[in-house]
C-alpha cells in the first residue's frame, strides 16, 4: 500500500484488537492525530490513520506492546514510515525509537493526552461538547485525576513539538469534538 487509510488501519486492528475501550481509544488517538494534521498542514487522513492503528499489539501481548508490531504491520504493508511512527510512541518506556517528525511527535503527545481529555469529558453534562482549555487544564494539574495518563511523556512531547500544553491540548480537544458521537462524548443530558 502507498499510504495507510483509516478503512485499512481498523481492518488491520480489528484482526488484533477486539476490546471495547480499547477500539475507543484507538479512535480518541486518530482524532487527535487528525487534528494535529491540520495544525501542521499535513495530511489528516492519513495521520488518523497512523493513530487508530499505534496499540495494535497491546491487547494480546500487553507486557510486550510494541514488540509485535514492526514484522507484523511491514506484512501487511503498512509503509515503514507509518511503523516507525507507531513504534516511535513507544520512545523511553518500551523501547529507544526516538520521534523525530512532526507526526512521531505529535503520537507520542497525543496517546497519552487523550486519554485525560477523554476522562475529564465524560464527567461533564455536556460532555466534550463545551469544554475549554481552563477546565482542562485543572484536570490536567490534578495528579489524582486520570492518574494511569502519563503527563510527564505528554510534557516531553508538547516540548518535543516546541508548543505549549495548552495549545497541543486545545487542538486535541477541537479534534475530539468533531468525533463525539463516535467517541461517546455527548454527555448525559437527556
Do not use: Q
Given at each position: 500500500m502507498e499510504k495507510l487509510t483509516?478503512?485499512?488501519?481498523?481492518?488491520?486492528?480489528?484482526?488484533?484488537?477486539?476490546?471495547?475501550?480499547?477500539?475507543?481509544?484507538?479512535?480518541?488517538?486518530?482524532?487527535?492525530?487528525?487534528?494535529?494534521?491540520?495544525?501542521?498542514?499535513?495530511?489528516?487522513?492519513?495521520?488518523e490513520a497512523v493513530g487508530y492503528l499505534h496499540d495494535y499489539d497491546y491487547e494480546k501481548f500487553p507486557e510486550e506492546h510494541l514488540l509485535?508490531?514492526?514484522?507484523?504491520?511491514?506484512?501487511?504493508?503498512?509503509?515503514?514510515?507509518?511503523?516507525?511512527?507507531?513504534?516511535?510512541?513507544?520512545?523511553?518506556?518500551?523501547?529507544?525509537?526516538?520521534?523525530?517528525?512532526?507526526?512521531?511527535?505529535?503520537?507520542?503527545t497525543v496517546d497519552e493526552l487523550s486519554g485525560i481529555i477523554q476522562a475529564a469529558a465524560r464527567m461533564r453534562p455536556n460532555g466534550i461538547a463545551d469544554m475549554d482549555i481552563k477546565s482542562f487544564m485543572k484536570k490536567f494539574k490534578s495528579k489524582g485525576f486520570a492518574a494511569k495518563c502519563n503527563r510527564e511523556i505528554i510534557l516531553k512531547g508538547c516540548e518535543m513539538l516546541g508548543m505549549d500544553i495548552k495549545e497541543v491540548a486545545e487542538i486535541a480537544i477541537a479534534g475530539m469534538k468533531e468525533h463525539a458521537e463516535e467517541l461517546q462524548l455527548t454527555g448525559n443530558q437527556a
Open positions: 483509516i478503512a485499512e488501519a481498523k481492518r488491520i486492528n480489528d484482526t488484533m484488537v477486539s476490546e471495547a475501550h480499547l477500539k475507543l481509544h484507538a479512535a480518541n488517538v486518530a482524532a487527535c492525530m487528525g487534528a494535529m494534521a491540520v495544525h501542521f498542514g499535513e495530511d489528516r487522513e492519513h495521520w509485535h508490531t514492526e514484522r507484523e504491520l511491514l506484512a501487511e504493508g503498512v509503509p515503514a514510515e507509518d511503523v516507525r511512527a507507531i513504534l516511535s510512541h513507544g520512545y523511553g518506556h518500551r523501547n529507544e525509537v526516538e520521534p523525530k517528525s512532526k507526526m512521531e511527535k505529535s503520537l507520542y
